[in-house]
């Protein structure tokens, strides 16, 4: 994406239950936030992301929400039209499809 001009944040995370800070997401985002990529749950803490809080706040500046649920849906169900995103990925592989 930088390549091509676009310019790429990355999101701290609370050190203390290595989650997602969301306050810092806030301040990253602004009218010119075209896209929020971000995973459901991390592969290496388990933490799990809150995607609805995320959405709201990404589509209140008028961005896309990508959703990566490769480690989440192997574990939980997925409800895509709750959760509100505009993009869900995950791999088959992760539950034994092919």
Same mark, same amino acid.
Do not use: W
């Given at each position: 994406?930088?390549?091509?001009? $676009?310019? +790429? &944040? %990355? #999101?701290?995370?609370?050190?203390? =239950?290595?989650? *997602?800070?969301?306050?810092? *997401? %806030?301040?990253? !985002?602004?009218?010119?936030?075209?896209? +929020?990529? +971000?995973?459901? @749950?991390?592969?290496?803490?388990?933490?799990? #992301?809150?995607?609805?809080?995320?959405?709201?706040?990404?589509?209140? #500046?008028?961005?896309?929400?990508?959703?990566? @649920?490769? &480690?989440?849906? /192997? &574990? &939980? *169900?997925? =409800? #895509?039209?709750? *959760?509100?995103?505009?993009? !869900? $990925?995950?791999?088959?592989?992760?539950?034994?499809? /092919?």
């Amino acid at each position: 994406a930088e390549d091509k001009g $676009a310019k +790429v &944040h %990355q #999101v701290r995370i609370n050190k203390a =239950d290595c989650t *997602l800070d969301l306050e810092h *997401l %806030q301040s990253l !985002l602004s009218e010119k936030t075209r896209l +929020v990529a +971000v995973t459901y @749950a991390s592969n290496t803490t388990g933490s799990i #992301v809150d995607i609805q809080r995320v959405v709201e706040m990404a589509h209140g #500046v008028g961005a896309q929400v990508y959703v990566d @649920a490769v &480690h989440y849906a /192997p &574990h &939980h *169900l997925v =409800d #895509v039209q709750a *959760l509100g995103c505009d993009f !869900l $990925a995950c791999s088959a592989y992760k539950f034994f499809g /092919p």
